[in-house]
């Protein structure tokens, strides 16, 4: 089944219906280009100028929907017009088909067609004024070049201004659109970096307070119950505390109030004496002289948190025994190793939702660097397993996220 043409649009009803009453008006009023006796009428009278203004007025119909089928027909008919008396309302709608033929043609004919029709042009003038020399002979160029190339130039100028105004709306669509999936990581990066700080926090002074209420409440005894409580309230108001930063950060508006500075390694002794304070067997390597010194903010809060949470899950998941935490700048990066022992345990002291290890993970990963934790073999000939957590921080600039 052949496809029918898309139904022309109203302008071009409009224009068709105009071009026909507009032609014939002047046929009736008997105004043509030409005389009657012309040598160059081939067919006299009025009546034959109808055919070739009747056919131009259904092209124009197709000046949209078949702008090259449109054209070369209108080229038959303006052809046909040349022979009879002709009509001027046959050259304008012609010179309307060469605009749309430029305006809402295929590519490849809206770059030839001006060519095409400024060498038509240029020969229209050359070759009459060549052969008649006579100065008169110029003008066949000019209504040539009124007629052909000046309404395909500027339907090419037309279609430049549109094809740039639709590329600088897209490029308009497609920056807002990058400017939404910024945001829109912006706010998933943010999100994400609050709940690993709200995690790493609290989780330390939550998981202490668990574990210590679960002993008074299990034993009955009044030293243990005292000595408890007092951790459960060390924990609670150090939980408190670091609540309270990290409001502070979210509610910082730039007034008067600044919240308190994130942790750094110069805070890490203080996290081990609340880790021993908790229970653990924790003991902390000695540094070298520089290791903790001109580090970039971002590696120490990463590596004070990733002790923390490493402290923390040997608090909850660790069987008895000793903690040892290392760390060592070597080769432009800060290296981070947390061992404790590795048991059997079929639950936790205090529940957990795994989320530790993933944000430890993520902090080594937005400094470039690495992140392992995992059973080993333990040193000794008894090769008794433990867990080691091991992460390596870039210190340069550039490996910074």
Not at 33 to 46: E, H, N, S, T, Y
Not at 216 to 222: E, G, R, V
């Amino acid at each position: 089944m052949a496809a029918r043409l898309p139904r022309p649009p109203r302008f071009d009803l409009w224009a068709a219906l105009a071009g026909l009453v507009g032609g014939l008006l002047l046929w009736g009023s008997g105004l043509g280009l030409r005389k009657a006796g012309d040598p160059q009428v081939l067919f006299d009278g009025g009546g034959p100028l109808l055919v070739p203004l009747a056919l131009m007025s259904g092209c124009e119909l197709l000046r949209r929907t078949a702008p090259r089928t449109a054209l070369l027909t209108g080229t038959l008919a303006l052809a046909a017009d040349l022979t009879t008396q002709g009509s001027i309302a046959t050259i304008v709608m012609y010179t309307d088909l060469m605009y749309a033929a430029v305006l809402y043609g295929p590519p490849t004919t809206a770059r030839r067609l001006p060519w095409i029709t400024g060498m038509l042009s240029i020969a229209a003038t050359l070759v009459p004024f060549a052969v008649l020399r006579v100065p008169e002979a110029l003008l066949i160029g000019v209504v040539t070049g009124a007629v052909t190339f000046t309404p395909a130039s500027t339907g090419l100028i037309v279609r430049n201004h549109r094809e740039a105004a639709d590329a600088a709306l897209l490029r308009a669509e497609q920056t807002a659109l990058l400017a939404e999936m910024d945001r829109t990581q912006a706010v998933t990066a943010e999100r994400a970096r609050m709940a690993r700080e709200l995690h790493d926090m609290v989780a330390n002074h939550l998981s202490a307070i668990a574990i210590h209420s679960t002993a008074a409440l299990s034993l009955d005894d009044a030293a243990t119950t005292r000595q408890a409580l007092g951790v459960i309230r060390e924990n609670s108001v150090a939980g408190l505390a670091e609540m309270r930063r990290l409001i502070g950060i979210l509610r910082d508006d730039g007034g008067d109030t600044e919240p308190a500075a994130a942790p750094t390694l110069d805070g890490l002794g203080a996290l081990i004496d609340a880790a021993r304070s908790n229970g653990l067997d924790v003991t902390l390597d000695a540094l070298d002289a520089d290791a903790g010194e001109n580090l970039p903010a971002p590696v120490e809060l990463a590596a004070y948190r990733i002790v923390q949470e490493s402290l923390t899950n040997a608090l909850k998941h660790g069987s008895k025994g000793a903690v040892r935490v290392c760390l060592d700048r070597h080769d432009g990066a800060l290296r981070i190793r947390v061992t404790s022992p590795y048991g059997d345990r079929d639950t936790p002291l205090a529940p957990g939702s795994g989320a530790g290890l993933v944000g430890m993970r993520e902090r080594a990963a937005l400094l470039h660097g690495t992140f392992e934790a995992g059973p080993v073999a333990g040193p000794g000939a008894a090769g008794a397993k433990i867990w080691a957590v091991r992460a390596t921080l870039p210190l340069t600039e550039g490996d910074l996220a």
